[in-house]
């Protein structure tokens, strides 16, 4: 029995302590409901800021509280390099949107994405860094990863 390749989603946000780990999380668990294993998930950062660092004591809290299972990681740095390894790049923000087209050729722009893309009222996802507002974070992330499983099983699941 062949099994399917692997598509590979990365995440980003500007320091990978808040954002992205909490898309990466609620992504993987959405998956595991749906029973998905064809799709790798993980996340990253576009500034240096955090490296290093693990996830976000508010991200780490709010993934608890909604019962979201997670691992302590460590904030790493996208590279254009490391970026062609990913089928999907996606963003929270138009800034990391801008960061990812600078980072990338044009002709590879077509692999960048904001997390609410998908949704019916595409909008940045507020970094909870500033907002402190961890839910409403949440609430956007949830929105989004819901919206792209669904966008992945239309078109390549």
């Known amino acids: 029995m062949e099994s399917q390749p692997v598509f590979r989603i990365l995440f980003l946000c500007h320091g990978n302590i808040c954002r992205s780990p909490m898309a990466e999380f609620v992504m993987k668990e959405l998956l595991r409901q749906a029973g998905i294993t064809n799709v790798q998930v993980e996340s990253g950062a576009l500034h240096t800021d955090e490296i290093g660092n693990d996830i976000h004591p ?34 929270m923000d ?31 996802i507020a970094d909870p860094w500033y907002t402190g507002n961890f839910e409403e974070t949440y609430q956007d992330v949830l929105e989004g990863c819901q919206q792209l499983l669904e966008h992945l099983r239309q078109t390549r699941l």
């Open 94 to 124: 138009r800034y990391n949107r801008r960061d990812l087209e600078r980072m990338l050729p044009a002709s590879e722009h077509w692999r960048i994405h904001l997390l609410l893309d998908w949704s019916p009222h595409p909008r940045n």
């Open 58 to 91: 508010g991200t780490r809290a709010k993934l608890r509280q909604e019962g979201i299972p997670f691992l302590p990681r460590a904030a790493w740095l996208l590279d254009s390099r490391k970026a062609r390894e990913y089928d999907m790049l996606i963003g």
